[in-house]
């Protein structure tokens, strides 16, 4: 699949306004369900979906990187950026045009690697591996297509929903603590971790976690997360590494 690696400051701002109010209605046709023609209509219906196909993202959620990126600042050029679950692969774009890691781009160069299970067409300027981050082996083939450890790991992982909204919070908030696990693992000092949550946020553990692990914890909703979605995205930013405890010299 040819890809673009758009992505501008206004990208956002520019696909919010554009397309509103609805333009096609959608029959339920033979073998569809209402619940799919809902979806299609939607789909069809969507700004974001129309300013996707117009910039050459390959989703929608590009927007939402975007986003929180023009307000918290996470991704500069020359920085390493680590994307887990990336497929199909609209915020390994964001960041590649981002850090200025496309072969192209003038100026301080980033990189930028994508992870996932699932197969996705490499964006230019990314490198990606098909790849369960979980694997032992996985933080040491991160840093080595980086050249180092990563100033900023973005997670926008979720899991098939349900429809039960309390079974729904506890799957994405195991996947954020999987992935905050992998981030402690390899982030840079002062680095930063974006994930997906819902609303509610992070609460108990996870929150625990973060707070201890990161200076600043907030949480983000993205104009381009639609109005009806559960969905907000924690932004920690300023990671602290754990130091190693000191060991006394036993030797004789």
């Known amino acids: 699949m040819a890809s673009k690696t758009g992505g ?28 799919q023609t809902r979806w299609l209509q939607r789909q069809l219906n969507d700004p974001y979906v129309a300013a ?19 307000k918290f600042h996470l991704l500069r050029p020359g920085a390493l950026i680590l994307d887990l679950g990336a497929t199909p692969g609209g915020w390994t774009q ?14 301080k160069r980033g990189r930028v690697v994508a992870v996932d299970i699932n197969p996705m067409d ?8 098909l790849l369960d981050f979980l694997d032992p082996e996985a933080p040491e083939l991160v840093r080595a297509l980086l050249g180092g ?11 098939p929903a349900t429809g039960h909204r309390p079974t729904d919070h506890l799957k994405i908030v195991a996947l954020c603590e999987i992935a905050l696990d992998f981030a402690v693992a ?13 609303q509610g946020g992070t609460e108990g553990t996870l929150l625990t976690l973060l707070k201890k692990n990161f200076a600043q914890v907030r949480h983000a909703k993205p ?17 602290r590494p754990a130091t190693e405890p000191e060991t006394e010299d036993t030797a004789p």
Do not use: C, I, Q
């Open 186 to 198: 390899v982030l840079a000092p002062g680095g930063a971790f974006v994930a997906k949550v819902l």
């Open 94 to 107: 964001v960041a590649v045009a981002r850090t200025n890691a496309d072969p192209a781009a003038k100026g």
């Open 8 to 35: 501008t400051g206004s990208a956002g701002a520019d696909a919010g306004g554009a397309g509103r109010g609805l333009k096609v209605r959608v029959k339920t046709a033979r073998g569809r369900t209402v619940s």
């Open 122 to 129: 490499s964006v230019p300027g990314s490198d990606f591996l």
């Open 223 to 239: 104009k381009a997360s639609r109005a009806d979605s559960a969905e907000m995205y924690v932004v920690a930013t300023g990671f």
């Open 52 to 70: 996707a196909r117009r910039d050459g993202y390959r989703s929608r959620a590009a927007y939402k990187l975007a986003e929180m990126d023009d």
């Open 149 to 159: 450890a990563p100033d900023v790991v973005l997670s926008d992982m979720a899991a």
